[in-house]
């Protein structure tokens, strides 16, 4: 287990991401510390993530983020989930970067193609992510690959999940718009508004 923090990765409702080496293969990942508190205060499970992490193994693919494993820290204070470590930073900032003329299209489509293929693998194993945007989706180290993340929203497409509304407003598709209900249709159209931002 990565039990040395290294850095601050990023913030969330529930709790912190950082970016830590574990001593034994000396590989660095990211761990997500959920407070547990939090958590509870909001309705949710400790149980109810553990499923989530379940699901989440099921992946298996390049261009999303793997999660290898998950465990209780500070006596069940912290709920921990380790995962790949994505440090080329998010598209969001990638995008910035294209509109300030900085990276070539032929770099920009090859991107679009790996996040059509994250989604498709996504879609084939049944699951919705519900929230893409360019900040849930990470790049490589050298930038030449996006990684899908932030999976907090994801649900099995025919579960009762797929029923409550869910995401960024801004890439809901209109039909969805404020209401309830989701399909891998609008993970679709969430991707269709990613691609035209770059």
């Excluded at 913030?11 to 997500?32: C, H, L, P, Q």
């Excluded at 465990?71 to 910035?96: D, P, Q």
Aim: contains cysteine; proline residues 2%; hydrophobic residues 40%.
């Amino acid at each position: 287990m990565p039990n040395k923090e290294d850095a601050l990765l990023g913030e969330g409702a529930f709790g912190k991401t950082y970016r830590m080496k574990n001593t034994i293969d000396d590989m660095a990942y990211a761990v997500k510390m959920i407070n547990v508190k939090k958590l509870q205060r909001n309705g949710m499970s400790v149980q109810s993530l553990k499923r989530e992490v379940q699901m989440l193994l099921q992946l298996n693919s390049a261009y999303i983020v793997r999660y290898y494993t998950c465990f209780m820290r500070k006596n069940g204070k912290y709920f921990c989930i380790v995962m790949e470590l994505a440090a080329g930073g998010t598209l969001s900032e990638l995008v910035k970067k294209r509109r300030a003329g900085e990276v070539p299209e032929e770099r920009i489509r090859m991107l679009a193609h790996q996040m059509a293929n994250a989604l498709a693998h996504i879609h084939s194993k049944k699951m919705l992510h519900r929230d893409l945007k360019p900040d849930n989706v990470l790049l490589s180290g050298d930038g030449l690959e996006i990684k899908v993340t932030d999976f907090g929203l994801a649900c099995v497409a025919s579960s009762a999940g797929a029923n409550s509304r869910a995401g960024t407003l801004t890439y809901s598709s209109p039909e969805k718009a404020g209401s309830k209900g989701y399909d891998s249709k609008d993970d679709i159209w969430a991707l269709g508004c990613i691609l035209v931002e770059l």
